[in-house]
């Protein structure tokens, strides 16, 4: 269910090379009650603005000059995993209404701006992109830790991949696989296999960059996704990270566990130029870590 205090609370971006059309969007806005409203003039930005913040709602100007709306929406879906562009277009020229639509933007705004039109598309459209997002997150999210699941790993994988072609950087993943839980659920119950799991679920995700992807790929299984890194290094000291945060001890109910991880890593473009590589990579690279004596990390062959 989505309340009226989560439409007013959803990220809003304005983009427009005019400064004066942005402010008047982010005072009408603000003055509606919605309480994050940016903006930027530069329309070469945007794509990276919202790989890094996930806007809920970009309203696009059409018509700039040197990068027009229609290139930014064209970046835009290199971003989003499922195609769906949260953007509400702005142009004031009527044969572009249904170019932006045709595009992937989901509504239009004429210019010049009937404001409390404004205030209602903004709303209306907030409302739908929050329940899209919530209807995929159910799809998406491992039910028990909250973190990405495996197809959503393989989704972030992908633009990851993108990235590192287009950028000529480096992304890798991690696979990991805890030692021994088996008898955590055999001595101690699976409620408390269950609890270790959540636990667990936190340090990690809280142990990575929040551009990063953590997933639970099944039973005692992870993966975490590392976007734009600089080489091995870079991944290797994340691995280390993971397998010295996970090793400190468990208060469940007053009873105190360890438990520790064994980890594989696999590096693009070096071990895999697509996600299915790059997993197998990393899954044969976790078990010559079990191999080696378990809590361990190490890089594919």
């Known amino acids: 269910m989505i309340s009226a205090s989560d439409i007013l609370r959803g990220k809003i ?3 427009d090379d005019q400064k004066t059309n942005v402010l008047l969007l982010e005072r009408t806005l603000l003055a509606a ?10 329309p070469a930005e945007v794509s990276e603005l919202h790989r890094v913040n996930r806007y ?11 990068m027009d709306g229609f290139v930014v929406m064209s970046g ?5 995993a499922d195609g769906y562009l949260p953007v509400l277009a702005l142009t004031a020229e009527p044969a572009h209404k249904l170019r932006a639509l045709e595009c992937g933007a989901k509504d239009f705004l004429s210019k010049p701006f ?3 039109e404004v205030v209602m598309r903004v709303k209306n459209m907030l409302e739908v992109r929050l329940l899209h997002a919530a209807a995929r997150a159910s799809a998406l999210l491992d039910p028990l830790t909250g973190l990405a699941n495996r197809r959503l790993l393989s989704d ?4 990851a991949l993108a990235d590192a072609r287009r950028n000529k950087s480096a992304m890798a993943v991690i696979y990991l696989d805890l030692d021994g839980f088996k008898l955590v659920n055999n001595t101690h119950g699976h409620a408390a296999g269950d609890s270790l799991l959540q636990m667990v679920a936190k340090r990690i995700t809280a142990a990575v960059r929040e551009v990063d992807t953590a997933a639970r790929l099944g039973g005692d299984e992870f993966a975490v996704a590392l976007w734009r890194i600089e080489g091995i290094g870079d991944a290797e000291r994340v691995a280390r990270k993971l397998i010295e945060t996970v090793a400190l001890p468990y208060d469940l109910g007053g009873v105190t566990l360890s438990v520790t991880t064994s980890a594989g890593i696999a590096l693009y473009p070096e071990h895999g130029g697509d996600a299915e590589a790059l997993m197998k990579r990393a899954d044969t690279a976790l078990y010559a870590a079990k191999a080696s004596g ?8």
């Open 76 to 80: 835009l879906k290199e971003v989003e």
């Open 56 to 66: 809920d709602l970009i309203l696009l100007d059409i018509e700039m000059p040197v």
């Open 33 to 42: 009650g919605f309480l994050s409203v940016t903006s930027t003039t530069k």
């Open 13 to 15: 971006l304005i983009v």
């Open 156 to 159: 972030r994988m992908s633009l």
């Open 294 to 301: 378990k809590n361990a990390f190490h890089v594919a062959a």
């Open 114 to 116: 009937d404001l409390t």
